[in-house]
């Protein structure tokens, strides 16, 4: 009977997470699937991001009221705010805007999932930072007589830096029909603020779903035909370790637990909720779950741990499982599996709405959040692939070539210097460095895969790629950079037999860097801490990753917790001597660039 009901009003605070966040919790969001498949044959079929995460209980709750929603009536809404400028919910724009007369936006910001100055302009969260995603209030005007194709679309935002008592405040004073809103025109890829530069669709795509799934090389129209996310292993400190010993240790442990595990779930009835019965001292994920029902064996293999890339500048061992580790994603066709071969790739960000943006060539498997945690994760672009037997082939496209040799035919005259794939591979490299390219793009970045112009000068492009390549590919060994180190022994830690206080603490302005209580390193050169890597430069990347940290998994924690910083010390000053002559070159040739005489130097082409 209440399905029969007309309804006029929606009101909704839905809850704002897409999945459990942790099988161990046995408490799984409830399936709707009626909703949906609704959501899908709408919102994500709409999209054109590559992974969509629109089944939030907001998107849900949002698909139900609009539907439900079939005469004159409103929604009125406080959700998470991620709708109005991430890429994954351009589908879901589109679709809103078709279905209803009128949206009003009042955007509380509030994400603390930024940082820097962006965080700062954010300002507090409304619900007093209990949560971490910013905040909006809107409002959706369905009518039955509407000869508007598309909504009228209004928008508004509370200043930057407010706190939460001045957001409040503020909504308090100056009710709905006084707030002074202006109106938006979504462009043709369905944004509707910070609309990205026209001429980027005029650039050569890096890659595109279209070229992925082309049966031919004809209907390929992009210049890497196959791309991937890092891998997926939804228990990071299980499966990675800076000791290979000590991944070993871990791996083992969660092996026999779940073997041990399935023996027991074996003599129960299929029909039986078996979940009671699990040991959680070890990670359970859905598909460890998933081969724990089929009954299948995991065994221990010493030949799937592999080098990998975790965070910038920071490799180590992985367990390489298909079972163990959530999702490979394409990764076995960038780096064979369980991933034992070398292959020089170009990772990008994915969705960094929050982020500053920033790539880095790899040639080894990379976590998913390599380049940008929490923010989407990192596309890989490879020089090669490979199939199940091993054999290599060309990943960038024939059409990407020929699309270069036709626009630089009159420059290359040269014939020691053949235009091939590997000299396309460092072009792009190079352009993606480029820093005025990238002010210039920096909201098309954001929102889609990288585009890359033609520059006058082609192969000064290359050279600069290959020797940015050469850096970021062989960081472990180049010229350590001769800074000033100076030791005082810790007499208190020396007397309690206890290794120095770790501090792994940088001082940009004085050039320093505090170890531990006993070591500093003077005299690095601000340069090297102008390299970029999102949040965070070069360096400190390595001094974030090589802190003691407590680790949050308790099994790891009181079993495992191994890691040492004063075993890795002297590697450590190593490495960031290293880095520094990295950042250092690196920022060279970006100035270099940036200097460039860039009259006339672009044209686009498709």
């Not at 979504?186 to 050569?204: A, I, M, R, S, V």
């Not at 003599?267 to 990670?283: E, F, M, P, R, V």
């Not at 460092?426 to 990238?438: E, T």
């Not at 340069?527 to 790891?556: F, H, M, S, V």
């Amino acid at each position: 009977r209440q399905n029969e009901r007309r309804i006029s009003v929606i009101i909704g605070n839905p809850p704002y997470n897409a999945n459990q966040m942790n099988e161990n919790d046995n408490n799984k969001n409830r399936e709707y699937k009626d909703v949906d498949t609704r959501i899908r044959a709408t919102y994500i079929a709409a999209s054109t991001a590559q992974k969509t995460k629109l089944y939030d209980m907001y998107a849900r709750f949002f698909r139900w009221a609009s539907d439900r929603l079939k005469v004159d009536g409103i929604i009125a809404f406080v959700s998470n705010n991620s709708f109005i400028d991430s890429r994954t919910f351009d589908g879901f724009r589109k679709l809103i805007a078709q279905e209803f007369s009128e949206i009003r936006i009042i955007n509380l910001k509030g994400n603390a999932r930024t940082s820097g100055k962006r965080r700062r302009q954010e300002g507090g969260n409304i619900f007093r930072d209990q949560i971490r995603v910013g905040i909006a209030i809107w409002f959706c005007v369905k009518r039955q007589e509407n000869d508007i194709k598309n909504a009228q679309i209004l928008y508004t935002e509370v200043k930057d830096y407010a706190t939460a008592d001045e957001k409040l405040a503020w909504i308090d004073c100056l009710p709905l029909d006084k707030q002074q809103f202006e109106y938006i025109r979504p462009d043709e890829k369905n944004n509707w603020l910070n609309q990205p530069t026209e001429d980027w669709d005029h650039l050569l795509p890096v890659a595109n779903k279209e070229t992925k799934a082309a049966k031919t090389a004809a209907s390929e129209r992009a210049i890497f035909k196959l791309y991937s996310l890092g891998v997926v292993t939804a228990r990071d400190e299980w499966m990675y370790d800076v000791n290979q010993q000590s991944l070993e240790n871990k791996v083992r442990f969660l092996i026999d637990v779940y073997n041990a595990d399935r023996f027991v779930l074996a003599a129960q009835s299929a029909k039986q909720d078996t979940s009671h019965l699990l040991n959680y001292q070890i990670k359970w994920t859905r598909a460890v779950k998933a081969a724990l029902g089929k009954n299948i064996s995991i065994d221990y293999n010493p030949a799937k741990i592999t080098v990998a890339n975790y965070r910038p500048f920071m490799r180590c061992f992985l367990y390489r499982d298909k079972l163990l580790n959530e999702m490979g994603n394409q990764t076995p066709r960038l780096f064979g599996y369980p991933c034992q071969f070398i292959n020089a790739s170009i990772t990008v960000m994915g969705d960094s709405t929050g982020k500053p943006y920033f790539t880095l060539a790899i040639d080894r498997i990379p976590d998913l959040n390599f380049v940008s945690p929490a923010s989407g994760g990192s596309q890989t672009f490879p020089l090669h692939v490979f199939n199940e037997s091993g054999d290599c082939s060309d990943n960038i496209t024939d059409w990407a070539l020929e699309q270069f040799t036709a626009h630089y035919q009159t420059e290359l005259t040269s014939p020691a210097r053949a235009l091939d794939k590997p000299a396309i591979f460092h072009y792009c490299y190079a352009v993606l460095h480029d820093p005025i390219y990238r002010d210039k793009y920096a909201l098309n970045l954001k929102r889609d895969f990288p585009r890359i112009p033609f520059y006058s000068e082609f192969w000064r492009w290359v050279d600069w790629g290959a020797a940015l390549l050469d850096l970021h590919l062989n960081y472990e060994q180049t010229t350590p950079f001769p800074f000033t180190r100076i030791d005082t022994p810790d007499d208190r830690a020396r007397a309690a037999g206890v290794n120095p206080k770790v501090l792994l603490r940088a001082d940009v302005n004085n050039g320093s860097i505090r170890i531990d209580s006993e070591t500093t390193l003077f005299d690095i050169p601000a340069t090297a801490w102008t390299y970029q890597l999102g949040n965070r430069c070069a360096i400190e990347w390595i001094l974030d990753q090589y802190k003691e940290k407590t680790p949050k998994d308790p099994t790891i924690r009181a079993r495992f917790n191994t890691y040492r910083f004063a075993d890795y010390k002297e590697s450590v000053i190593n490495l960031i001597a290293r880095v520094t002559t990295v950042s250092i070159e690196t920022m060279q040739i970006v100035n270099a660039m940036y200097k460039l005489n860039r009259t006339s130097t672009e044209s686009y082409t498709l």
